[in-house]
């Protein structure tokens, strides 16, 4: 593949990240978002799920490289039409140099050649150098997402007289899934839901009341905090007490565990409930999609 240009004294190559191992991939990742707002760590095995549970296409997906040296990454997942982009990072040392421009650029390219329609992706709101570049291929910002998280010495919740029932994942997707946010990003849609109770990386609950079945929630996570990736409310009930019930309960039978949800819209009803039951918001994030009618492709 031909390297794109950087800067006058040197010239970086963009190969597919199929080419890269999983391990050096990983130690990519951690290099390049150890700084970050939000700093993280994965293993190689964490990386092999990233690309499983979100579809990542890593034929057209790009790692870049000084020599033979990995400096940034950036990733393309597909489903149908729709993509979407996430990983892009490139090392402290090789900021500012066009490379993150280049990355994307390739990106939106394997996009149009195979006739994606929609792009999306999330960025921090303080991150502006990221939201402008993204802006500056004709990504525009859509909604604010929100991740909240209640600490672990959290003075205890209420205990309801309702318990949850533990339930299928795959079952709750199939027979309440309708209940669910349509909307929902792309780490918490039904496919990368239905991958992940695939591989057992799912925990369901389900909540009855009289009527029946009135709230799910699907958690993963092990150790000290319990992720909630998906809930979902009966629309004909009124939201906000049997999602006070349904987080009451999981809180009372994962007590001690901090509990987290990511990328809920900000206008999404659940907040209320999340607020009330003293969850914080720990990150802002802004979404942006991109499709090819309104692009302004280019490298550099």
Known sequence: MASVLISFRRSISLVPAAQVSLAERAQLLNRAYADYYVPMYVAAEQMALID?????????????????????????????????????????????????????????????????????????VQNDAARQLYAGFGFQETRELLIWRRPADSDALPIPAERLTPADPSALLADFGHWRDRSATWQRATPTLAHMAAAGRLTGYRLDRAAGATAYCLVSGHGETLSLMDVGIDPASDIVTPGRTLLQALAHLHRGRAMTISNVPADDPLNRVLAALRFLVTVRQVEMQWSPRRSNLREG
């Not at 996430?86 to 040392?93: C, I, L, Q, R, T």
């Open 52 to 124: 499983r549970f979100y579809d990542v296409d890593l034929e057209r997906s790009v790692v870049a490289l000084d020599g033979r040296r990995p400096i940034g990454m950036a990733l393309l997942a597909r489903r149908g039409r729709c993509g979407w982009i996430s990983g892009v990072g490139v090392v402290p040392e090789q900021r500012r140099r066009g490379v993150g421009r280049a990355m994307i650029g390739r990106l939106l390219e394997h996009a149009v050649a195979a006739g994606l329609e929609a792009i999306s992706l999330e960025v921090i």
